[in-house]
């Protein structure tokens, strides 16, 4: 059964209804990407044919509408995640992950801001996103750093802040299309335990 974020049960949408809900997350979709997620709420209602109380109506504020239309990359990474649990270089893998995280939140400007805003309120509807988001990827740095290749401080509160911070610094500078992977590569060589001791 469907639960809803106040943790009760939802009642399956009538056809219409569905439909409304699939218009409206396909032209936000669209409208993120052309104008950023702070684009016209009015005119994604406009888009999809309906009103904005209609809009409203299935998604209560923007980042309620944004956790809909990011919900197919969440999967992607959730699914990458799994991928990446069993790698003989737990390191790497983390790496890759991270990257990916980096490339996600940099595909339409103003969600890494968005993101990094809502990582720790908890009454955000992005918080859907970043909870199962944390839970992969702690078993990722917890391999990581089972393997001695990372420090026991690293938290992935702070790798997630950091990638959502490398996206919004490459969302900034469109002229440095090399400028996340620098970034990524420093933060990740940051986590590296000391050999001096």
């Known amino acids: ?23 409206l997350v396909d032209e936000a979709r669209a409208c ?4 950023g997620t702070d684009a016209s709420l009015e005119d994604v209602a406009r888009r999809a044919g309906v009103g904005i109380g209609t809009l409203y109506r ?20 959730l699914a990458r995640s799994r991928d990446l649990a069993e790698a003989d270089q737990p390191c790497a893998a983390l790496m ?5 995280i980096v490339t996600h939140a940099g595909e339409y ?10 990582s720790g309120d908890t009454s955000s509807a992005l918080m859907q996103c ?6 992969a990827g702690s078993l990722l740095l917890e391999r990581a750093r089972s393997s001695g290749a990372v420090r026991a401080d690293v938290s992935i509160d702070d790798l997630l802040q950091l990638t959502n911070a490398i996206a919004l610094a490459a969302e900034q500078s469109p002229g440095d299309p090399a ?16 050999s001096g001791g």
């Open 109 to 118: 400007r103003g969600l890494a801001r968005a993101l990094m805003c809502a």
């Open 179 to 194: 400028l996340a992977d620098r970034l990524l590569r420093l933060t990740l060589q940051g986590l590296k335990p000391s």
């Open 96 to 100: 890759e992950w991270l990257r990916a």
């Open 130 to 135: 970043h909870v199962p988001l944390r839970q």
């Open 1 to 23: 059964m469907v639960m809803s974020t106040a943790g009760t049960p939802v009642r399956p949408m009538r056809a219409d209804a569905r439909r409304n809900y699939d218009r």
């Open 32 to 35: 993120f990407a052309e104008h």
């Open 58 to 77: 299935h998604f209560p504020n923007r980042h309620a509408l944004m956790n809909a239309v990011f919900q197919e990359a969440l999967t992607s990474l």
